[in-house]
């Protein structure tokens, strides 16, 4: 397929990160009149930049919220609480800042970047669709090879452009009702473990709605049969266009030398879905939190992530990834602006071995 050859072209185009411009960074921080290592996770995250954009001069002044929109079909087999004229209601009001991540960003200078890459409704935000809605996973597959590619192409755009227009660092989101049963489903595939490991309560369910739910993803990935050595087919078939956008975008990052910050379970299977594709997208990748979803901590252990931030987030709309890019803002602040001991006219700090 020639969209399949465009794919492996930008999979191709993936480079490894830049070491020398990391121990600069690492120097950096290291010679700043402070504690050594104080800001913790931050540091790392200020480094894994400075390799990212292979500058050891990192800025994040201007910082971006994707926000992927989507509609999936699974929601017709009772595993949400709400129907999908949510997704479209819930978007729309992205485009206003009246949503939990839309107030977190205006708070934090980030700018807020809805788009509709599978809604079933119209609404006035920004469209790169394949397609209305996916398939209902229990019963036919999410969408054909080709649309799961060309979802994955927006996601990989979207980032080029943002790139262009002066975006340092970018973080993603997504608003799709029925996204935490398809990413249960893309889960248990690529993880390889049994639906009752990885699938949890999303925006809330009963006892029985959750066995609902575990007995859909079950049902989905038995009759689908997808390929779990082949990322693409296990997003065609139990996915969502809001997961292959933000494998897009993962790659994206990797292809265009800009550090994306993650946000919970559906970002993050989103994220091993394009590490799998190459693994070298991995050190463009950012984690923020760990989100309360049974499958995070599988997912975290595959990609061989320690996010900076553990406080029970479920909010899903990048929200976790906005709070955790606003701490990484601030510790860029410190890492540019202090000055060092040997400024002070003092003795550095002595690292020793542990």
Same mark, same amino acid.
Request: contains cysteine; aromatic residues 4%; glycine residues 10%.
């Given at each position: 397929?020639?969209?399949?050859?465009?794919l492996?072209?930008?999979?191709?185009?993936?480079?490894p990160?830049?070491?020398?411009?990391?121990? $600069?960074a690492?120097e950096r921080?290291?010679a700043?009149?402070k504690?050594?290592h104080?800001?913790?996770?931050?540091?790392? /995250?200020v480094?894994s930049i =400075?390799?990212?954009t292979g500058?050891?001069?990192?800025?994040?002044?201007?910082?971006?919220?994707?926000?992927?929109?989507?509609?999936?079909?699974v929601?017709?087999e009772?595993?949400?609480?709400?129907?999908?004229?949510?997704?479209?209601?819930m978007?729309?009001n992205?485009l /206003?800042?009246?949503t939990?991540?839309?107030?977190?960003?205006?708070k934090?200078?980030?700018?807020?970047?809805?788009?509709?890459?599978g809604? %079933?409704?119209?609404?006035?935000?920004?469209?790169?669709?394949?397609?209305?809605?996916? *398939?209902?996973i229990?019963?036919?597959?999410?969408?054909t090879?080709?649309? $799961?590619?060309? %979802?994955?192409?927006?996601?990989?755009?979207? #980032?080029?452009? =943002?790139?262009?227009?002066?975006?340092?660092i970018?973080?993603v989101?997504?608003?799709?009702?029925?996204?935490?049963?398809t990413?249960?489903?893309?889960?248990? #595939?690529?993880?390889?473990?049994?639906?009752?490991?990885?699938?949890?309560?999303?925006?809330?369910?009963?006892?029985?709605?959750?066995?609902?739910?575990?007995q859909?993803?079950?049902?989905?990935v038995?009759?689908?049969?997808?390929?779990k050595?082949?990322?693409?087919?296990?997003?065609?078939? #139990?996915?969502?266009?809001?997961?292959?956008?933000?494998? *897009?975008?993962?790659?994206?990052?990797?292809?265009c030398h800009?550090?994306?910050?993650?946000? *919970?379970?559906?970002t993050c299977?989103?994220?091993?879905?394009?590490?799998?594709?190459?693994?070298?997208?991995?050190?463009?990748l950012?984690?923020?939190?760990?989100?309360?979803?049974?499958?995070?901590?599988a997912v975290l252990?595959?990609?061989?992530? /320690?996010?900076?931030?553990?406080?029970?987030?479920?909010?899903?709309? *990048?929200?976790?990834a906005?709070?955790?890019l606003?701490?990484?803002?601030?510790?860029? %602040? #410190?890492?540019?602006?202090? /000055?060092?001991?040997?400024?002070?006219?003092?003795?550095?700090?002595k690292?020793?071995?542990?």
């Amino acid at each position: 397929m020639e969209l399949d050859k465009i794919l492996t072209y930008w999979l191709d185009m993936v480079q490894p990160v830049n070491e020398e411009a990391m121990a $600069a960074a690492r120097e950096r921080w290291n010679a700043l009149a402070k504690p050594l290592h104080g800001l913790g996770q931050l540091e790392s /995250s200020v480094i894994s930049i =400075a390799g990212i954009t292979g500058s050891y001069e990192v800025r994040t002044d201007k910082k971006g919220l994707l926000v992927l929109c989507a509609d999936n079909g699974v929601v017709e087999e009772g595993v949400t609480q709400t129907g999908q004229e949510v997704t479209s209601v819930m978007a729309q009001n992205f485009l /206003s800042g009246n949503t939990t991540s839309g107030i977190l960003c205006r708070k934090a200078g980030i700018d807020l970047m809805p788009i509709d890459v599978g809604m %079933s409704r119209e609404t006035d935000v920004p469209a790169r669709k394949a397609a209305s809605g996916t *398939g209902d996973i229990a019963v036919t597959d999410a969408m054909t090879r080709a649309q $799961a590619v060309e %979802s994955i192409l927006t996601g990989i755009s979207l #980032v080029k452009e =943002a790139k262009e227009n002066g975006y340092e660092i970018l973080s993603v989101g997504e608003m799709g009702i029925g996204n935490t049963t398809t990413s249960s489903a893309v889960a248990s #595939v690529l993880l390889d473990l049994p639906a009752e490991k990885v699938t949890g309560t999303g925006a809330g369910l009963s006892r029985e709605g959750l066995k609902r739910k575990i007995q859909v993803v079950n049902q989905a990935v038995s009759k689908r049969h997808p390929d779990k050595t082949d990322p693409v087919d296990v997003l065609a078939r #139990v996915g969502g266009f809001d997961l292959a956008g933000l494998t *897009g975008v993962c790659i994206g990052a990797g292809c265009c030398h800009i550090p994306v910050v993650l946000d *919970g379970f559906i970002t993050c299977v989103a994220a091993l879905a394009a590490v799998r594709l190459n693994p070298g997208i991995l050190p463009y990748l950012i984690p923020s939190h760990r989100s309360t979803e049974p499958g995070m901590d599988a997912v975290l252990e595959a990609l061989q992530m /320690s996010p900076g931030l553990d406080l029970n987030l479920c909010a899903g709309e *990048g929200c976790g990834a906005v709070l955790y890019l606003t701490l990484l803002d601030e510790a860029v %602040s #410190v890492y540019r602006e202090m /000055s060092t001991f040997s400024e002070n006219q003092l003795e550095s700090y002595k690292e020793f071995p542990s």
